[in-house]
C-alpha cells in the first residue's frame, strides 16, 4: 500500500519506559567497562571521583571539557587531569565478555534450514552480514547488558522500485506529485489504484530482481528506550515499541563535518490492527543534530548516547509504513526482546554487573596507588648546616658541600605500608574478579586439576552460559520461521532450527575409553548408532557428522589400512569388524 505522508507532532516520542530509565547508567557502566581505558576515562570523574585537593580553582579542576576548549580531562595541566592520566585500567570485563564468547562459539552454530533461504542468509542484514556473524553480535550484546532486540523488517516497495521492474510506468512519481499540487483528486485515485494493483501482483523473481526481501536488523538496548505489551488473539505479545536511531551524515553546509542525525521508529498497530511503522524526525527549528561529540568513543556514539547539543522538542511524523506479508498486514509486531531467559520484556541486572563494578574499584585503587608513586617514589634530597656563599646546592661526584659543625646531608625516602595496602587492594579485587567469571585472568595452578573436578568447579558458569546460548537458539529459530514465510519459503513443521554450543569444556575421549566403546560394539552391547554419538561427544568427530556420513566415508576410504583391519558394512546398525591375528 502507499506511504502516507502525516502531519501531525508530537512531543512526547521521546518518553523512556521506567525500566529503560532505572537500567540505563548499568548499561553505560558495562559498556564502557568492556570499551576499556579510552571509553573510561572519557567519563572522568564518573568513575574517578575527584580527591579534595582537586577542587582547588574550580574552573582550573573542572573536567567539564566545555572548560577547556574541548580538551579531554586526561589532557589538562591540572592535577586531577595527572591523577586521572596515570591511573590504569585493569582489562578483565572486556576479556571475560571475549573469553566467555569464545566457549560458546569454539563449535560453530547448527542450522537447519531450507535451501531455499541458504542465500538470505548469507547476507541476513542487507550489509554484508551473515546469520552466524548475526548471532554472535547479538549473543555479545546479551552477555554485556543482559537485552537486546531484533526486528525483522522488509525494504518500502515505493514506486520507484516498481518502475525499475516495469510494473508502473518511469513518470510514476512525478504524475502523482503533479496531481497533488494541483489538487486532481481524479488523477489522485487512479494513480494510487495503479501503484496498489503493481505492489499486489509483484512476482517472487521479480522480488528478487530488486532485492526485495526480509532482513534483520540489530537494535542495542540503549536504542529500545519504550515498549508496551497487551492481550491480542488470547495471548501477551508486544504492542508498542519506539526505537531510537543514530545515523551520521554530512552537514549540508559542510561537506567536511559529520553530523549525528537522530529519528525515532514507532512499531505498533492502527485502528484496524494491521502493524505498522511511524518515523518521526525534529520538526523543522528544533536543534536535535549535533557535531559528532570528540568526548565520547566510537561505540558510545553508536548507541546515541546524548550530546551537549541534544535537548527535548517537537517531532513531526514523516512518514507512516504499513508492511505486508502475501500482500497482507501483519497482526503481529515481529520485534523480538532477546536475553539470557528468552524472548522477553522482563529485564534484570547484566550477568557480568558484579565484575564491572569490582573491575571500577580496582581502578580506583590504581589511581591512588599510581598518584603515592608519583609523590613518594622518587628521594628528595635534604641539607642542614650549610655554609657555601652561593645559596644554590649543587649535586653530582663533581661537586663538594661544605657543612658547618652538626650538619647533616640526605634523603628523605617513603617507607610506610600505605602503598603496600594499594596492591594488596588491587591483588584481592584481581582474585574477586576472577571468581566473578574471569577465569581466564587467574594464573594457571602448579597442580594438575582433574578433568572432573574442573567441571564440577565450571558447572555454574556452563549453566548460565547453557541457558543463554539456549535462549538465542530458540529466539533465532522463531526469527528465521518468520523470515521463510515472509520470503516465500516453503518449509515444513520443524523444518527450521538453530542451535548454538553447549558444551564449553573440551574433553577428548581417552584411549581407553575408545577400546572399551570399540569392545562393547564388537561384542553387541551397544548399537552403532550409540557408539558414534560417543565418539562424537568424545570430539573425535566433527560437529555435524552424521553416522551415514561416516559410513560413506568408510565405504569410500582406500588408505591401505584395510590389510590389517577388515572392515564390512553391511547396515548403519550393523558394521562387523574383524582383525586378523597378528
Known amino acids: 500500500m502507499p506511504v502516507t505522508i502525516p502531519t501531525k507532532t508530537s512531543n512526547n516520542v521521546e518518553f523512556t519506559h521506567p525500566d529503560y530509565d532505572s537500567n540505563f547508567f548499568i548499561w553505560e557502566k558495562i559498556r564502557d567497562s568492556v570499551d576499556g ?8 570523574t564518573t568513575y574517578l571521583p575527584m580527591l579534595s585537593g582537586h577542587y582547588e580553582g574550580a574552573l582550573q579542576q573542572d573536567p567539564d571539557p566545555a572548560l577547556s576548549g574541548g580538551t579531554r580531562i586526561g589532557q589538562k595541566p591540572t592535577l586531577y ?8 585500567w585493569y582489562a578483565a570485563t572486556g576479556r571475560t565478555v571475549e573469553g566467555l564468547l569464545g566457549l ?14 541458504n542465500p538470505l542468509l548469507e547476507d541476513i542484514n542487507l550489509n554484508g552480514q551473515s546469520l552466524d556473524d548475526f548471532v554472535k553480535e547479538v549473543t555479545r550484546e546479551i552477555l554485556m547488558v543482559y537485552r537486546t532486540g531484533v526486528l ?16 508502473l510506468s518511469e513518470g510514476y512519481t512525478e504524475a502523482i506529485e503533479a496531481a497533488q499540487t494541483n489538487g486532481d483528486v481524479e488523477a489522485i485515485v487512479d494513480l494510487e489504484d495503479q501503484y496498489i494493483s ?26 529500545i528506550t519504550n515498549w508496551r505489551e497487551a492481550v491480542i488473539n488470547n495471548k501477551s505479545q508486544t504492542s508498542f515499541v519506539v526505537l531510537r536511531q543514530t545515523n551520521t551524515i554530512t552537514n549540508p553546509d559542510d561537506e567536511f563535518q559529520q553530523i549525528e542525525a537522530t529519528q525515532y521508529k514507532v512499531l505498533d498497530f492502527d485502528e484496524n490492527g494491521a502493524y505498522r511503522q511511524r518515523v518521526y524526525i525534529p520538526a523543522p527549528g528544533a536543534k536535535k543534530n549535533s557535531p559528532t561529540n570528540f568526548n565520547k568513543t566510537p561505540k558510545q556514539r553508536e548507541i546515541g548516547a546524548s550530546t551537549t547539543d541534544s535537548s527535548k522538542g517537537d517531532w513531526v511524523l514523516l512518514y507512516e509504513y504499513t508492511p505486508l506479508m502475501d500482500g497482507k498486514p501483519l497482526d503481529f509486531i515481529p520485534f523480538y526482546p532477546i ?5 522477553t520484556w522482563n529485564i534484570d541486572y547484566p550477568l557480568i554487573d558484579g565484575l564491572a563494578n569490582t573491575n571500577i574499584a580496582h581502578y580506583r585503587n590504581s589511581a591512588n596507588y599510581e598518584n603515592g608513586l608519583i609523590w613518594t617514589g622518587n628521594p628528595t634530597p635534604w641539607v642542614s648546616g650549610f655554609e657555601g656563599e652561593d645559596t644554590e646546592i649543587k649535586l653530582g661526584s663533581t661537586e663538594a658541600l661544605l657543612l658547618g659543625e652538626g650538619g647533616k646531608a640526605g634523603y628523605m625516602e617513603f617507607t610506610g605500608q600505605g602503598l603496600s595496602e594499594q596492591r594488596v587492594a588491587m591483588a584481592e579485587k584481581e582474585k574477586l574478579m576472577a571468581i566473578q567469571g574471569a577465569r581466564i585472568l587467574a594464573a594457571d595452578k602448579r597442580m594438575v586439576e582433574a ?51 553447549k558444551d564449553y569444556m573440551p574433553k577428548k575421549i581417552s584411549a581407553n575409553d575408545m577400546e572399551a566403546l570399540l569392545r562393547s560394539k564388537l561384542s553387541g552391547n551397544i548399537s552403532w548408532k550409540t557408539y558414534f554419538y560417543n565418539l562424537q561427544q568424545g570430539e573425535i568427530y566433527p560437529d555435524g557428522w552424521t553416522p551415514e556420513d561416516e559410513l560413506e566415508a568408510i565405504e569410500e576410504s582406500d588408505d591401505g589400512i584395510g590389510d590389517d583391519l577388515n572392515k564390512t558394512v553391511t547396515t548403519e546398525e550393523n558394521i562387523d569388524v574383524k582383525i586378523n591375528d597378528k
Do not use: M
Open 81 to 88: 587531569g595527572t591523577y586521572l592520566q596515570y591511573a590504569n
Open 339 to 343: 536475553t539470557p531467559l528468552g524472548v
Open 451 to 501: 578433568a572432573d573436578t574442573a567441571l564440577i568447579h565450571r558447572a555454574g558458569e556452563q549453566s548460565i552460559l547453557a541457558s543463554l546460548a539456549d535462549s538465542v537458539s530458540k529466539a533465532f529459530t522463531s526469527v528465521l520461521n518468520v523470515v521463510a514465510d515472509w520470503a516465500d519459503v516453503s518449509t515444513e513443521e520443524d523444518s527450521i532450527a538453530v542451535k548454538l554450543n
Open 37 to 44: 581505558q579510552e571509553a573510561i576515562k572519557a567519563r572522568s
Open 152 to 167: 525483522i523488517d522488509f525494504p518500502t516497495i515505493n514506486s520507484d522500485t516498481l518502475a525499475r521492474i516495469g510494473l
Open 198 to 223: 503493481a505492489s499486489n501482483s509483484i512476482t517472487k523473481s521479480q522480488k528478487e530482481q530488486a532485492n526485495l526481501r526480509p532482513y534483520l536488523k540489530l537494535y542495542k538496548t540503549e536504542c
Open 104 to 117: 560458546i562459539f569454539r563449535k560453530p552454530i547448527v542450522k537447519t534450514v531450507p535451501d531455499a533461504l
